[in-house]
């Protein structure tokens, strides 16, 4: 079974990785917290459901390299055979844990 294609939430999270990212976040955690902060509050556990799928362990790396292709994602976390996209999406969702904290630290 091939990895589901990424959902417009996934997009709107990626959709922050672009060619001059790093002359606006200073971090890749700042860059990432930024796509959370696209999504909508109702958008959230499903996005975050989409991402577990996808480093569950049932893809292989060149199948989630093709989600990410498929995202609207303009920079990739691998080139070639070097980076791991698994990787980057278990930290995408490690990012998810640190802003839902700092949102339960405001009410």
């Not at 959902?7 to 200073?26: H, L, N, Q, R, W």
């Not at 509050?41 to 989630?64: D, H, R």
């Amino acid at each position: 079974m091939p990895a589901p294609k990424p959902t417009p939430e996934f997009k709107s999270i990626v959709g922050v990785f672009c060619p001059y990212a790093d002359e606006v976040y200073s971090s890749a955690e700042e860059m990432v917290d930024a796509g959370w902060q696209t999504l909508l509050e109702s958008q959230l556990e499903t996005a975050k459901a989409y991402i577990e799928e996808l480093v569950s362990g049932k893809y292989s790396e060149e199948e989630l390299r093709d989600v990410w292709r498929a995202s609207n994602a303009n920079v990739s976390p691998f080139r070639g055979a070097e980076g791991s996209c698994t990787e980057f999406l278990e930290f995408i969702r490690s990012r998810y844990d640190k802003f839902e904290r700092s949102w339960e630290s405001d009410e």
